[in-house]
């Protein structure tokens, strides 16, 4: 069984078009996130949800929109995408904010 | 200053050896501490936590914790080729709900 699982894997796509990906996480945990890891592999938080409501919004362009439906899931919606989008994108959940997160397999999006 | 500082390596150990990795952090009122391991092409992978001054033991990892020095170590025994990764320092700070992560360090280890 996977705890954390983002779909789809891999995403190439051209500059200007939305995608979206989705996270689900099956540990019972109240709080998800979304970080991206750039090229440098610098890991970065994006956003994150506790119990459906949003506790972080880092200095994210607009076009990146996060919906949780429920505590269990976390979408992550990108508007126009840029030549500089192109990172992994990871989900993790979490407990709470001082426990451990654990990751997703991680999105690749390569845009084009 | 960074909030999560670590040299990049790469860090280079012969197999057998003992590989010690580094980690400071910014935030004095930080909590919690973990060391993640992280493959090329793979996600993180969570192998210590940490959470008081000390050390804490698991097989052949340990990680250490001096908060008044605001130093965060892993010390890998016995290290393996398998152990060759990048691993992330991740710190939580009192001001943000979410690991903050360094860089990570590459540890290379040497057949």
């Known amino acids: 069984d996977t705890a954390v699982s983002q779909t789809p894997k891999y995403l190439v796509t051209q500059m200007g078009n939305d995608k979206s990906i989705k996270c689900e996480q099956n540990?019972?945990?109240?709080?998800m996130y979304w970080y991206k890891q750039d090229s440098k592999k610098f890991l970065k938080i994006m956003f994150s949800?506790?119990?459906?409501?949003?506790?972080i919004n880092e200095t994210v362009p607009n076009r990146f929109s996060p919906k949780s439906p429920d505590k269990a899931h976390l979408n992550l919606h990108i508007n126009s995408l840029e030549l500089g989008d192109s990172a992994v994108y990871f989900c993790?959940?979490?407990?709470?904010?001082?426990?451990?997160?654990?990751f997703g397999q991680g999105t690749r999006l390569t845009v084009v | 200053q960074k909030e999560v500082e670590q040299n990049s390596g790469p860090l280079s150990v012969p197999e057998g050896a003992i590989a010690s990795l580094n980690c400071t952090y910014s935030?004095?009122?930080?909590?919690?501490f973990f060391w993640y391991r992280q493959y090329s092409g793979k996600s993180p992978e969570l192998i210590m936590s940490?959470?008081?001054?000390g050390d804490q033991e698991d097989g052949r990892f340990t990680a250490q914790l001096n908060k008044a020095s605001q130093y965060v170590s892993l010390l890998i025994r016995d290290s393996q080729p398998s152990d060759s990764a990048t691993y992330l320092c991740?710190?939580?700070?009192?001001?943000?709900?979410?690991?903050?992560f360094g860089s990570g360090t590459r540890l290379q280890v040497q057949p």
């Open positions: 993790a959940s979490s407990t709470d904010r001082n426990t451990e997160a654990f």
């Open positions: 540990l019972g945990h109240d709080t």
């Open positions: 949800y506790n119990n459906k409501e949003l506790i």
């Open positions: 935030d004095r009122g930080s909590q919690s």
């Open positions: 940490i959470y008081s001054n």
């Open positions: 991740a710190v939580n700070p009192r001001w943000r709900r979410a690991l903050t």
